[in-house]
């Protein structure tokens, strides 16, 4: 399912390989939390713009429409017409981030719904039920996403019982796999590596959910308000025992540097809402680094948003235009901006896989590692 192709010190060149497709990795998911990019991209749109792998959310999808009706109308691809590679996140990040009220327990959380208030549970079996309705290609497993920093115990609790919850789900997904009636019985699942900052954790985590042998591995609990240089250092402690015929996915990260630092750091599949979001409020990215349209210095400016991009936007609209849209706050601002953001995520994997492919990924990440995080 998943090959390494090359190498260039710990970055990798791979493929993988699921019922929808071959992903060529390294590569950026693009989240479509409840079935569409926010921002009005459609499924069409998504292969206009180069996406690889669409990204939808357990949680939302349970709560609505609810997976069981995706479920009964074919999945969601059918259901959103999307017909590549597909990655559903397990609603644990949602549950904890978004959910006042909730209690842990060995079985599951119970919580209230942030549109409703009705009461929920969800664990293991029910995460994984909730995903083999949806008919992802991968299916993330539900572990716990603590704050950073934590106390040390209990980040080791949290480890343990996130462990014992990676087996249920897989368990689980193996059952849901044999049923008649599953929408994608190729569906396999990938474990999260938890820890927090503490080094021993992360590495005892990671060696122990490496022994279940699944389809691939991720780092979670990262990109939430630590310093930068530490998450590239729990990526370099926790590297090591990834298993390295495996794809590695850093959830939630990041910027176009980040994804540049962490490439070369070894990891292989990304995820982020920032460039959509972003682009909403009219940040947008350039090769030279990114810019705000709103700025007055752009009402007359009649370049496209970068001059080195080439993207449907880029080919007919000026920095004016969407300046003016912006400020007369029309719906397509939204939409040409994150078609624009998406399509420079999905140019920049391309241009890492070409910089990986030819033996120039050093230079690369020389060049424009540091230049892509500048605001012009």
């Given amino acids: 399912m998943f090959q390494v192709k090359k190498k ?30 926010k921002g009005a991209l459609s499924a069409a749109d998504l292969k206009n713009i180069g996406c690889q792998v669409e990204l939808s959310n357990t949680y939302h999808l349970h709560v609505r429409p609810g997976d069981q009706l995706i479920h009964d109308l074919g999945g969601l691809h059918k259901f959103m017409t999307w017909d590549g590679p ?8 949602q549950v904890f981030s978004l959910a006042s009220l909730r209690k842990i327990k060995e079985e599951g959380v119970h919580f209230a719904s942030h549109v409703d208030g009705r009461k929920i549970f969800m664990g293991p079996e029910e995460s994984m039920q909730i995903q083999s309705n949806l008919g992802s290609d991968i299916a993330m497993a539900f572990d716990e996403c603590i704050e950073n920093p934590a106390p040390y115990d209990y980040v080791k609790r949290s480890c343990e019982r996130t462990y014992r919850w990676l087996v249920r789900c897989k368990n689980e997904l193996d059952r849901l796999n044999g049923l008649p009636d599953t929408v994608n019985p190729g569906q396999v699942l990938f474990g999260i590596n938890q820890g927090g900052t503490y080094d021993d954790l992360r590495v005892w985590h990671m060696k122990e959910i490496a022994k279940l042998d699944l389809a691939g591995y991720a780092i979670g609990g990262l990109a939430v308000g630590e310093p930068t240089e530490v998450m590239y250092h729990i990526i370099e402690a926790v590297e090591p025992w990834m298993p390295a015929d495996r794809p590695r996915y850093l959830m939630g990260v990041g910027t176009p540097s980040n994804i540049i630092e962490a490439v070369a750091r070894g990891v292989d599949f990304f995820d982020c809402v920032m460039p959509a979001r972003n682009a909403r409020h009219a940040k947008l990215f350039t090769w030279s680094g990114s810019i705000n349209l709103k700025n007055a210095k752009y009402e007359r400016d009649e370049d496209p948003i970068d001059p080195q991009c080439d993207c449907p936007v880029c080919r007919r609209y000026s920095r004016a235009y969407l300046r003016h849209l912006f400020k007369a706050e029309e719906m397509l601002a939204m939409r040409l901006s994150v078609m624009h953001n998406l399509y420079f995520y999905n140019q920049l994997m391309q241009k890492i896989r070409d910089a990986l492919d030819t033996d120039q990924f050093d230079a690369f990440r020389g060049e424009y590692s540091e230049k892509l995080a500048q605001k012009i």
């Fill in 86 to 93: 597909m990655l559903t996140d397990s609603g644990g990040f």
């Fill in 8 to 37: 260039n010190g710990a970055a990798r060149r791979g493929e993988f390989t699921c019922p929808h497709g071959t992903v060529q990795t390294p590569v950026f998911m693009n989240v479509g939390t409840q079935g569409a990019i």
